[in-house]
């Protein structure tokens, strides 16, 4: 192989009596040449039109054009805001020489060929922002992600709804925002839209969405993604074909409704507005594998219904007082009963607070028969110990526990001593031997122990004494301690040593400290 | 597909008709190829005109490397990539209009990546002389400079 292309290298040398090479790289197809391209950075492939005739008119027909690589980080660019809107004046900046760019560019474009892909992120006037995306709908562009911050708020162009050829859409408004076109107009429109991404819609003169998102409309839509839509009270999500659904920031929030046959995943985030008396959420969705509930605030009343092929749940609350009314304690088990299929749910600490400050839950928590692995987040006080020993009790087939401990140097947590050690029986421990029977499968089924933020006081230790003191089938119990002070290390080695000495249920069990 | 050959096995003839025998799962790597065998207008001999033995060679080696190594670190492929596309402009040239026309994304992918790194932070200068075999005096003595930064209007 070698000596052929060797030997073929040394022919062409002498036929041609030159040192360089020919110019081999003109002579690929255009397609060949656009994919080379497409992996060098913007610039770079600009820079390339001036080689030669040949060159600029690939570059002049090169379709995806990606300005984010060229205009500024996304520091500057914030920073550029920030300036920006206290000044309320143009001020001559590194995003401004951005925009120069991407408008020549476009107008030198070959008028025939389509656009692919458009993608810049850039401060400029609507009229500006308008024409550029009208340019790139007559191009038939397919993708297009644009980052704007506008002096004033705008309307989301009408052309972009009726756009044949777009495929994904999304539009991030960094400041002011920026208002949907009429309910009538979006729901005939994005007849071949795959991916819909909006973040900073202005919704208050349309406050429900509850017939947009409909099984009619958005035919192909695949994955939905609404980011701080201020002034949304009413959302109904019901597209066929939905897969993946993110919902985040918004804060009026009043009604969620979630119907999804194809949905997979689902992700909300500080949603809902926490001063409502009458929100609700309802989620069916039987096709559902991943939720993630982070940082919403408790509706009144919430039904999740179908939920079987649930794979991993996390659920944390944003709670704004403490004493939960009956309600919204109803609307929390509901939920968690919603989740009862799930192998594998993480709880955040505001929401093992809320299982632990109040006692209906023991009663009313639905078992977990499929879970295999639980984690919790809690700063693992005195008053957490009956909710975690309730959780224990729901979730009799558990593999792996994780208990990961925030400790709150506030409040004081009782420090592990001698005597205590010495008296074998402390108050948690006695409390945790009394458990021993309800917690039977549990003890009879746990295999793995993670204790992250593991510190030397009570609580912590004589969990982990009652779990390996009962374990029956304990494989490991790995403990990562927390944060402490250099003078402890000695007391942390001797209650190390201890704690290596603690009678175990299962003659394999190790514990490992990291 | 009656001949004396194994099962899954096909025959590629190159344009200097040299025969390689290849199985039939590294054949369809290349989407021509895979087409011809769904179609099932594929004799037990495939001809790949346009490709010549030295070059077929270097694609069935890659292919195979990619078949064996599906399930193997993504790492030691990435390494083996490298290796592979690193050689001759016009070894290059001919591996490129190969994968190109039988498509092979794969070895398209990782040729493309390496012209692209070739290309990659060089002057213009530079290209000119080393890719598209100008002479130093030409760029001397050229008035070649079109600016892109020209003051036209949008639209």
């Known amino acids: 192989m070698e000596t052929r292309s060797a030997k073929k290298k040394r022919l062409l040398k002498t036929e041609n009596e030159t040192e360089t090479g020919e110019d081999w790289i003109s002579d690929l197809p255009d397609a060949v040449l656009h994919h080379i391209l497409f992996l060098l950075p913007n610039k770079s492939i600009a820079q390339t039109s001036v080689l030669s005739k040949r060159w600029r008119s690939i570059w002049s027909s090169f379709p995806d054009l990606d300005f984010t690589t060229t205009t500024n980080s996304v520091g500057h660019f914030s920073s550029t805001i920030i300036k920006y809107s206290s000044t309320r004046k143009r001020v001559h900046s590194p995003l401004a020489q951005g925009m120069d760019f991407i408008i020549p560019v476009l107008a030198l474009r070959d008028k025939n060929s389509d656009l692919r892909i458009l993608r810049f992120c850039a401060q400029l006037s609507f009229s500006r922002l308008n024409s550029l995306i009208r340019c790139a709908v007559r191009r ?112 009026q929030l009043n009604d969620l409704n979630i119907l999804g046959g194809k949905l997979e995943k689902l992700h909300v985030a500080s949603c809902f507005d926490a001063y409502s008396s009458n929100s609700l959420v309802k989620i069916e969705a039987p096709r559902l594998k991943i939720i993630r509930w982070e940082y919403n605030a408790i509706t009144e009343s919430s039904c999740l219904e179908n939920l079987n092929s649930l794979h991993e749940a996390s659920v944390g609350f944003f709670v704004l007082h403490d004493d939960i009314t009956v309600a919204k304690r109803w609307s929390i088990s509901n939920f968690l009963t919603g989740l009862s299929h799930v192998e594998s749910l993480t709880l955040e600490s505001q929401c093992v607070e809320i299982l632990s400050k109040n006692k209906h839950f023991a009663s009313v928590l639905n078992p977990f028969n499929k879970l295999k692995t639980l984690e919790l987040c809690t700063g693992f006080n005195k008053h957490n110990i009956p909710a975690l020993a309730c959780l224990f009790r729901s979730s009799s087939n558990l593999h792996t526990l994780i208990i990961k401990i925030a400790n709150d140097y506030k409040i004081e947590r009782r420090q592990w001593n001698r005597e205590l050690w010495d008296l074998s029986n402390s108050g948690e421990e006695r409390y945790w031997d009394l458990q021993t029977q309800a917690l039977k499968f549990f003890l009879h089924n746990l295999k793995v122990v993670k204790i992250q933020g593991f510190s030397e006081c009570e609580n912590d230790i004589s969990l982990a004494k009652f779990l390996l003191k009962h374990g029956k089938v304990l494989e490991e119990m790995i403990i990562c301690p927390g944060h402490y002070n250099s003078r402890d290390t000695h007391r942390r080695e001797r209650i190390k040593s201890q704690m290596m000495e603690f009678s175990r249920a299962s003659s394999n069990a190790k514990i490992a400290f990291q | 597909m009656s001949s004396s050959l194994e099962k899954n096995m096909l025959i590629l003839r190159s344009s200097d008709g040299e025969e390689f025998i290849v199985p039939e799962v590294v054949a369809v790597m290349s989407k021509a190829i895979k087409n011809m065998v769904e179609d099932e207008c594929a004799s037990n001999t495939i001809p790949v005109p346009n490709v010549d033995a030295n070059i077929l060679a270097m694609v069935i080696e890659f292919c195979k490397k990619h078949d064996e190594s599906e399930a193997e670190a993504a790492s030691d492929l990435k390494t083996f990539d490298s290796e592979f596309v690193n050689r001759g402009q016009e070894a290059l040239y001919d591996l490129i209009t190969a994968a190109n026309f039988r498509d092979v994304k794969e070895l398209l992918d990782a040729l493309c990546q390496n012209v692209a790194e070739m290309i990659k932070g060089k002057s213009v200068h530079h290209i000119r002389i080393q890719f598209l075999g100008y002479q130093l005096f030409e760029i001397l003595t050229s008035n070649f400079i079109w600016n892109i930064w020209c003051d036209r209007d949008f639209d």
């Open chain 1, 140 to 251: 038939n562009v397919q993708e297009l992600d644009i980052e704007v911050a506008t002096d004033d708020y705008f309307n989301l162009p009408r052309c972009v709804t009726t756009c044949e050829s777009l495929r994904v859409f999304k539009l991030k408004s960094r400041y002011p925002g920026f208002r949907l076109p009429p309910l009538s107009i979006m729901k005939s429109g994005f007849q071949s839209l795959h991916t819909l991404s909006l973040s900073l819609v202005i919704l208050y003169q349309q406050s429900s969405l509850v017939d947009l998102f409909t099984a009619s409309s958005f035919p192909l839509l695949k994955k939905l993604s609404l980011d701080a839509c201020f002034g949304l009270k009413n959302l109904k999500v019901g597209c066929r074909g939905l897969e993946d659904l993110t919902l985040e920031n918004c804060f």
